[in-house]
């Protein structure tokens, strides 16, 4: 059979496809096959369809267009590769299809995962279809991926599920900040090479990688086996919990305020500290509008209280001081008569 091929907002007929590839109807020899594809992203769907006028294509709705992403995410969330576009009835690829396809095909497909970056290059195109290839045969020594991919070129990125989404979105804020707190624990923990806090540091930096996979797979929209991949366990939140305590009945009973200093250990664990905080809160944040981020929410929070008690922990191991005293700073206010 022969499918009618939907290109950017418009529909060719099966004359017009044996045309662009070259063939004759009357000289076939057999029935002819060329895949259905829909080739508009969603974001830029509804403009190009504008562009090209009524007479080449349909007009979509907010609302048309709301639903067609609804089936998308549902098609991503059941690991499908197509669904069907309820205006024009095509089969349209998910962009879990592309994402196993391994590169850009350069036809501006409507959830094209790599940011359309082939589209226009055919060098780029035949290159990357090449070491997709190559991966494929030998997956067990895939070739060395490059830092650089430009599909964040056009101001978006991936998530674990396939879908993408702004830069600025409050999910890379979410991922960003946890990435700045590993960051911090990574160089705290040049400094407690010698006071027992090492190991426990190095296993943080192992869960905030899980968090960060948990908070880049949303729980609504992802696949079974993605979800079951970045389950994240309440049995962390209570390790840290158990720590925590341990760690605390070595020190002695705070009753002030704790001041963010106490040697050099010390000190960068407290900046671990408030970047676990800041992480916390842009979670909390992402909580609002993507629920379902409970477990990480009480990771990190509890994380951040680890970290002061290691960061008093670390002072103590030091011999150095790090309760604020108020006699230290100004003068206490005299009483005032009513």
Not at 64 to 81: F, P, R, T, V
Not at 141 to 170: H, I
């Amino acid at each position: 059979t022969v499918s009618v091929l939907y290109w950017a907002g418009g529909v060719e007929t099966i004359t017009d496809i044996m045309k662009r590839f070259g063939l004759a109807l009357g000289g076939l020899g057999g029935v002819a096959a060329v895949a259905a594809c829909v080739v508009v992203r969603r974001r830029t769907f509804q403009k190009t369809v504008q562009k090209r006028g009524a007479s080449n294509g349909p007009q979509y709705t907010q609302q048309q267009l709301a639903d067609i992403e609804a089936l998308h995410l549902k098609a991503l969330s059941h690991g499908e590769e197509t669904y069907i576009d309820p205006v024009t009835k095509y089969t349209v690829f998910t962009s879990l299809a592309h994402n196993r396809r391994g590169y850009c095909c350069g036809s501006g497909c409507r959830h094209c995962p790599y940011g359309h970056v082939n589209v226009g290059n055919p060098e780029n195109i035949k290159r990357d279809k090449a070491e997709a290839k190559e991966r494929k045969a030998d997956p067990v020594r895939p070739k060395k991926a490059s830092v650089y991919t430009r599909t964040g070129d056009k101001g978006t990125s991936g998530l674990f599920n396939g879908e993408r989404r702004p830069k600025d979105d409050l999910v890379f804020e979410a991922l960003g900040a946890v990435d700045e707190c590993n960051s911090m624990i990574g160089v705290a923990l040049e400094y407690c090479q010698e006071n027992g806090l090492k190991k426990d540091l190095e296993n943080f930096q192992s869960k905030l990688m899980d968090v960060g996979s948990y908070i880049a797979t949303p729980r609504d929209t992802s696949a079974e086996d993605r979800l079951l991949y970045t389950h994240f366990s309440e049995d962390e939140v209570t390790a840290l919990e158990d720590l925590i305590d341990d760690l605390n009945s070595k020190l002695p009973v705070c009753r002030a305020f704790v001041l963010p200093t106490g040697g050099l250990a010390a000190s960068h664990l407290h900046v671990a500290r408030t970047m676990c905080r800041r992480a916390e809160r842009t979670i909390v944040h992402l909580n609002r509008e993507q629920p379902q981020q409970e477990v990480v929410m009480k990771y990190v929070n509890r994380l951040s209280d680890a970290l002061f008690v290691m960061a008093r922990f670390a002072a103590q191991h030091d011999g150095r001081e790090d309760v604020w005293r108020p006699d230290r700073g100004l003068p206490k206010p005299t009483s005032v008569r009513q």
